[in-house]
């Protein structure tokens, strides 16, 4: 059963840092391109960023630009978020998705396949 496990979600004051983990299990992450999205209340879901299987990444959202680095490490099956100087305009759900294309990135949520369960984030003093 091929599944997506976020974690690494939290409280943190404005300022803060947090790392965010993607696990795949039931299948090998290096064959898929990953996306990160979070869905604040009340909003749409938003692509944040993206990496490519090659090591590529994409930016989606203007406003993490600067602040938030996404990448791979095959060898255990999972892709990071790092989140520094976060903002309370920051808080939502994140939500890792997968895709098995090559050359590929997207901030559109359907272009994923696989979905996990999403993990809290929280910026706030």
């Known amino acids: 059963q091929l599944q997506l496990v976020e974690s690494g979600g939290g409280l943190v004051q404005p300022g803060g840092s947090l790392r965010l983990s993607c696990a795949a299990s039931?299948?090998?992450?290096?064959?898929?391109?990953i996306g990160w999205f979070r869905q604040a209340p009340g909003k749409e879901r938003e692509g944040v960023l993206c990496?490519?299987?090659?090591?590529?990444?994409?930016t989606y959202a203007d406003s993490v630009k600067g602040r938030f680095t996404i990448s791979r490490d095959n060898a255990k099956n999972t892709v990071y978020l790092q989140m520094n100087s976060l903002k309370p305009e920051d808080t939502a759900i994140y939500y890792c998705?997968?895709?098995?294309?090559?050359?590929?990135?997207?901030?559109?949520?359907?272009?994923?396949?696989?979905w996990g369960q999403g993990t809290q984030v929280a910026v706030s003093s």
């Open positions: 998705a997968a895709v098995p294309e090559w050359d590929y990135c997207s901030g559109y949520a359907g272009g994923y396949d696989y």
């Open positions: 039931g299948f090998t992450l290096d064959y898929y391109a």
């Open positions: 990496i490519n299987r090659s090591g590529g990444s994409t």
